[in-house]
């Protein structure tokens, strides 16, 4: 299938440095209330990429759950394929591509587990069926059938119909600790706006204007 004629043009806004707020963090949060704004489709979706031993690039969307000045979290099991590339390479990229405002913040930087407690306290607010779903996927492992996954969702859930469902230790969240954050913005005759924060030693942020 030949692509080359598909285009869109990008005319919606531009971005200078002047419209930049100095604190990534606080420029990331007005971007993301316009999307959700927008009612952009899961504006919390973004596609997280990481490497394990065998040096091949693994990547998959996955939902941000919490942001603030410490980085950004999503929650996920612990024996995933993602959770063991973490393990041995503790590096991760993020994309979010809200493309229905011509706009992708990318994030590089660290990654590590949050704490028990932290993981415990937003397990517990999700909705019970979602806390039975930790309990049942043995994720990114081989399975025969879905019935196999409806089979033991029902055990569990005749399990705990009548009590809490507990917190599983193989399953939390991870921040992902960024020292780049890369704020683009489409423009006309694919001029792109794009703008990177690059954490310092001392903990200040610096912004570059990069080429399109």
């Given at each position: 299938m030949d692509l080359t004629t598909l285009r869109a043009k990008y005319t919606t806004r531009g971005l200078d440095i002047k419209d930049l707020n100095p604190n990534p963090f606080l420029q990331f949060e007005l971007w993301f209330n316009q999307a959700m704004q927008a009612k952009l489709t899961e504006p919390n979706a973004f596609s997280l990429a990481t490497v394990g031993t065998d040096m091949m690039p693994s990547i998959r969307t996955v939902l941000l759950k919490i942001f603030d000045e410490k980085g950004f979290v999503f929650f996920t099991n612990?024996?995933?394929?993602?959770?063991?590339?973490?393990?041995?390479?503790?590096?991760?990229?993020?994309l979010f591509p809200w493309l229905d405002l011509e706009r992708q913040v990318k994030i590089e930087g660290n990654i590590e587990k949050i704490s028990t407690t932290e993981s415990l306290k937003y397990f517990l607010s999700r909705p019970k069926g979602?806390?039975?779903?930790?309990?049942?996927?043995?994720?990114?492992?081989?399975?025969?059938?879905?019935?196999?996954?409806?089979?033991?969702?029902?055990?569990?859930?005749?399990?705990?119909?009548?009590?809490?469902?507990?917190f599983p230790d193989f399953w939390g969240g991870y921040i992902i600790k960024p020292t780049k954050i890369e704020f683009w913005q489409g423009g006309q005759d694919r001029l792109h706006d794009r703008f990177l924060y690059e954490l310092?030693?001392?903990g200040t942020w610096t912004i570059s204007r990069l080429a399109p």
């Open positions: 612990y024996k995933s394929k993602k959770a063991k590339q973490i393990e041995v390479n503790p590096k991760a990229a993020a979602s806390q039975i779903g930790a309990w049942v996927s043995h994720q990114s492992q081989v399975i025969s059938s879905r019935s196999l996954l409806e089979q033991k969702f029902d055990e569990i859930k005749r399990k705990f119909v009548k009590g809490e469902v507990p310092e030693e001392n």
